[in-house]
């Protein structure tokens, strides 16, 4: 059965909020010399992932609007937190039919898979999926330059579901 995906409006405000994490989270990691994990894998016109922050920034902004939660734009690298307050975590692409992926490192959580439309101000909220139902054997990808378990948007749950589902945590 098909599932519901919300598109969420940000303003010319969120947007600049975005940019200025996005420039004091690259800032942050020059100044530690910080080494993010896939950074083999960054593109030669994006040493610094530039692009990831900022789209992790927006989709965490806008997923959080769903929920009604704070957002806190954190711009220190911290694998113990979840990327928002209600403990879900949030993973986006620029592929409008992309697929939603996790990594063996990542922890036990809900797992919201976002993309932003034609333009940044609108992100749509394809669907989520628990951790521990993306890591099936049908999901595992090694034809990738990092292995790692790729949900289709197909087998992903509405997310009215987890919004009922946050209410009682």
Known sequence: MPIRKYVIELDANDIADCVEATNERIKLIKQKNY?????????????????GHYLAFLTELATARYFG??????????????DLVNGCQVRSTRRINGCLIVQEFDKPAPFVFAVPLDTDNQIMLVGWRDLVDCRLEKYWRTDVPKPAWFVPQTDLHD????????MFV
């Open 69 to 82: 939660v704070k957002y806190n734009f954190d711009i220190g690298p911290d694998a113990s937190r979840t």
């Open 35 to 51: 080494q993010h994990r896939f950074t083999s894998l960054a593109k030669k016109h994006d040493p610094f992932n530039r692009d």
């Open 159 to 166: 997310m009215v579901s987890l919004k009922a589902k946050m």
